[in-house]
């Protein structure tokens, strides 16, 4: 179904400006996105960052820390988390930002699924204020 993400647009923005998120690879921009807004839910931690490069894009990343496990979990961590990404982040981010989702130690890959996508909702709302 259709999801709706309630955040207050200010300008007159389409609701999908973009199909999929690009994805980041670069050390550098985990570490800009470090640098910004920062959210602790239960399922995993959100860094956002306002890019300010006059690209629309918008950017996600993924990391799980071995802290989260051994390769299996982390694996099974950062997939549920794309996958929680491409439900939300089309309808909920917003352009010109970059998005990284952080797995947490034994919650990420056991947390409900449909709970972590409505923290992850929330989470932008709360950010985008």
Excluded at 28 to 50: S, T, V
Excluded at 59 to 72: D, E, I, L
Excluded at 98 to 121: E, P
Aim: proline share 5%; aromatic share 6%.
């Amino acid at each position: 179904g259709v999801q709706t993400c309630a955040l207050p647009i200010s300008e007159a923005t389409p609701a999908a400006v973009f199909v999929r998120p690009e994805i980041m690879t670069k050390r550098a921009d985990f570490l800009d996105a470090a640098q910004g807004r920062r959210m602790a839910l239960p399922g995993f931690h959100l860094q956002a960052r306002f890019r300010d490069d006059g690209l629309e894009a918008v950017r996600v990343g993924f990391t799980c820390s071995k802290k989260v496990g051994n390769a299996v979990a982390r694996n099974r961590a950062k997939r549920r988390l794309r996958e929680i990404a491409r439900l939300v982040l089309p309808t909920c981010a917003r352009p010109g930002w970059d998005y990284v989702l952080v797995g947490r130690r034994d919650t990420t890959a056991a947390a409900d699924f449909a709970q972590m996508q409505s923290d992850l909702k929330a989470a932008l709302r709360k950010i985008h204020k």
